[in-house]
């Protein structure tokens, strides 16, 4: 499949951007895209090599994760196709991205500024990750997108950037008292990852 670089997409009203994310989320469900299965992804990868995976993306090495990816079972592609776009920030081909978003679809994608179509690839836009949580509410999981991190872009980052979930993130949210509230006053909280 081949698409041309300066296709232009139009951007998508507030109606089918709520029919595009929700067919987001059912693509992601039916490929497993988990922290639970990732992390299955990077233990599989540490014992085929020294290192291991997910301990080198987090010092920001992404060859053992990408060896990882190389040893998928089939019906893991799906899953490996996201990870390596969506987490390790690398394009994928377009027709390998169009399968593993087959609700949600290439066009759709770019539409909600996920991907941009150049050739025969899909370049990613946005690091889209899931996150696991517990709350007084109990245990769940999201999907954050956020800005490329420098690993992606291989630059410094803009001034605009968007922070994705980080491990002072993650910090903070475990130290929060978690009980509910009538009103809630947010000043200079940064990005709304403590939000509900």
Same mark, same amino acid.
């Given at each position: 499949?081949? &698409?041309?670089?300066?296709?232009?997409?139009?951007?998508?009203?507030?109606?089918?951007?709520?029919? %595009?994310?929700? @067919? +987001?989320?059912?693509?992601?469900?039916?490929?497993?895209?988990?922290?639970?299965?990732?992390?299955?992804?990077?233990? *599989?990868?540490?014992?085929?090599?020294?290192?291991?995976?997910?301990?080198?993306?987090? *010092?920001?090495?992404?060859?053992?994760?990408?060896?990882? +990816?190389?040893?998928?079972?089939?019906?893991? *592609?799906?899953?490996?196709?996201?990870?390596?776009?969506?987490?390790?920030?690398?394009?994928?081909?377009? @027709?390998?991205?169009?399968?593993?978003?087959? &609700?949600?679809?290439?066009?759709?994608?770019?539409? +909600?500024?996920?991907?941009?179509?150049?050739?025969?690839?899909?370049?990613?836009?946005?690091?889209?990750?899931?996150?696991?949580?517990?709350?007084?509410?109990?245990?769940?999981?999201?999907?954050?997108?956020?800005?490329?991190?420098?690993?992606?872009?291989?630059?410094? +980052?803009?001034?605009?950037?968007?922070?994705?979930?980080?491990? %002072?993130?993650?910090?903070?949210?475990?130290?929060?008292?978690?009980?509910? &509230?009538?009103?809630?006053?947010?000043?200079?909280?940064?990005?709304?990852?403590?939000?509900?």
């Amino acid at each position: 499949m081949s &698409t041309p670089a300066d296709r232009s997409v139009s951007a998508p009203g507030p109606a089918e951007d709520d029919d %595009a994310v929700a @067919a +987001l989320a059912v693509d992601l469900r039916a490929a497993g895209y988990s922290v639970a299965a990732i992390e299955a992804l990077w233990e *599989r990868g540490a014992a085929e090599s020294s290192t291991h995976p997910g301990a080198a993306l987090r *010092r920001g090495h992404r060859v053992p994760a990408l060896r990882a +990816l190389d040893h998928v079972a089939p019906d893991e *592609r799906d899953l490996a196709t996201l990870v390596r776009c969506f987490v390790l920030g690398m394009p994928v081909a377009s @027709a390998d991205l169009a399968v593993a978003l087959r &609700t949600l679809g290439l066009d759709r994608a770019a539409g +909600l500024g996920l991907v941009r179509i150049a050739d025969d690839r899909a370049v990613p836009l946005m690091d889209l990750r899931p996150y696991a949580f517990a709350d007084a509410a109990g245990a769940g999981e999201w999907w954050i997108a956020s800005d490329p991190g420098e690993l992606a872009t291989g630059g410094p +980052l803009p001034e605009e950037y968007v922070l994705g979930v980080g491990g %002072a993130s993650m910090t903070l949210s475990g130290l929060l008292l978690q009980r509910p &509230t009538a009103t809630t006053f947010d000043l200079g909280t940064g990005w709304g990852l403590l939000h509900e």
